[in-house]
């Protein structure tokens, strides 16, 4: 069993920086991941993250802006948002994927889910 909580979210500027974070409880060896979703779209994955905190993946759109890690002890993972636009709008999801030690940008593939938190981005 993984309990995931997402903080960290909130109201922005074009060009502004946050950082959401994601606690995990639970003991595991699992893969991590960030999905987010517009009120208008469906749920897309914005970056993923090995157990060990290696091997990032990134959806083209928030490369070279946003930055996932992750941090053992802790076990929290992190996105690092910098130079916001504002379609990064949206609610903001952590999902641990029990199944592999690497993440990985299938959201079928997670089978735990926090309930989000929320980033608006006003131009």
């Known amino acids: 069993q993984v309990q995931l909580v997402e903080s960290g979210g909130g109201s922005a500027h074009a060009g502004d920086s946050l950082r959401l974070s994601c606690k995990a409880s639970?003991?595991?060896?699992?893969?991590m991941g960030w999905f987010r979703q517009a009120s208008v779209k469906e749920r897309e994955f914005v970056a993923s993250?090995?157990?060990?905190?290696?091997?990032?993946v990134y959806v083209p759109s928030v490369k070279g802006r946003l930055n996932i890690s992750r941090e053992k002890p802790s076990n929290t993972m992190f996105l690092q948002m910098n130079d916001m636009k504002t379609e990064d709008t949206g609610d903001y999801y952590c999902?641990?994927?029990?199944?592999?030690?690497?993440?990985?940008?299938?959201?079928?593939?997670?089978?735990?889910w926090g309930k989000g938190t929320r980033v608006t981005v006003s131009s």
């Open positions: 999902a641990a994927n029990t199944s592999q030690i690497m993440g990985g940008p299938e959201a079928d593939e997670y089978d735990y």
């Open positions: 639970g003991a595991g060896r699992y893969g």
């Open positions: 993250i090995s157990f060990i905190g290696g091997s990032p």
